[in-house]
């Protein structure tokens, strides 16, 4: 039987012809499986694209997450309480006393800074005892706090001054050195008239000098004939109005303290040395020292004031 094949397939292909029934089945059959694949073919290319994007996109929504979850993690960190703090290191200001100047300190300085210590060897007028105690806090006040205040001598009382009420100052420490209490002063200890006749030198401006020729003997016996002679030719005199002059509310009964008492001391009694470390409450060590024991003993003296910044930064 032949048929004639009207529209049926593309007109591009076959117009107005006549086939055989079965040969258009045959073409009919192949054309709807061609379609059937090629359906099939861009169902699976858009199940494909559908799960990358899928895929990509749940990723990303993860990371997101993820990275929102470390964000809200580490400042939830920041907020929160933390027991860890830095321990600012103690600055020490060191302050000589009568007849002597900063560069006295230049053997314990080292050890004070090798051990990571920002260290300040204070210049006293010692024209009053109101400048001394300016000069300190000053002092203070440039290197910043926490800080130990180091006195030797009549050092000793110009810190006892300087670190009252001053919140820099974190402890005190006396190298063979006065330590008065308020009212108190110099003449409340020691009377120059039991010195040794001819040390006691005062010039026109009513400043005193320790007679050169008698200082290794009185101030540094234990220190080397040749430093204590330049000692001697580089001391500071003092004005004799500090002699005089009374002291204020102390800074000892406020700070925890420390002591060295020099049992060899020809300028300050070694029992009014321990009487004023007992009185404050100080730790105390004591050496067989001149009234310099800080150049003579260097090494103690550097590890009493090491000691006392330990014990202040606790």
Not at 117 to 139: E, F, G, M, W
Request: hydrophobic residues 40%; proline residues 7%.
């Amino acid at each position: 039987m032949i048929c004639t094949l009207h529209g049926t397939v593309p007109n591009s292909i076959i117009i107005g012809l006549t086939l055989p029934r079965s040969m258009i089945k045959k073409f009919l059959i192949d054309k709807r499986i061609a379609l059937f694949q090629k359906m099939g073919l861009l169902v699976l290319i858009s199940t494909i694209v559908f799960a990358t994007t899928l895929a990509t996109t749940g990723y990303s929504g993860m990371a997101n997450a993820q990275e929102n979850k470390t964000s809200m993690q580490t400042q939830g960190i920041q907020g929160m309480p933390t027991n860890t703090t830095t321990t600012k290191p103690t600055n020490i200001v060191l302050v000589h006393g009568a007849w002597a100047d900063g560069s006295g300190w230049n053997k314990v300085i080292p050890i004070l800074t090798a051990a990571g210590h920002k260290v300040i060897a204070v210049q006293l007028p010692l024209h009053s005892l109101a400048d001394d105690v300016a000069t300190v806090k000053r002092a203070i006040d440039h290197i910043g706090g926490p800080v130990i205040l180091v006195g030797h001598s009549y050092g000793g009382e110009v810190i006892t001054n300087a670190g009252y009420n001053n919140p820099n100052v974190k402890g005190l420490v006396y190298i063979a050195a006065f330590a008065p209490d308020k009212g108190e002063g110099e003449f409340s200890f020691i009377n120059p008239a039991k010195f040794p006749k001819g040390l006691l030198i005062k010039d026109s401006g009513g400043f005193i000098y320790l007679n050169p020729e008698l200082f290794r003997e009185n101030f540094a016996q234990d220190v080397t004939p040749a430093e204590a002679e330049i000692m001697a030719i580089a001391q500071k005199p003092f004005n004799q109005s500090e002699i005089f002059a009374k002291s204020g509310p102390p800074a000892w009964k406020q700070l925890p303290s420390w002591y060295q008492v020099s049992s060899n001391d020809r300028m300050i009694p070694p029992d009014t040395e321990r009487m004023f470390a007992k009185r404050m409450n100080a730790t105390t060590i004591s050496l067989p020292a001149s009234h310099s024991s800080y150049v003579s003993h260097p090494a103690e003296i550097a590890q009493l004031i090491l000691n006392a910044t330990k014990v202040v930064t606790k």
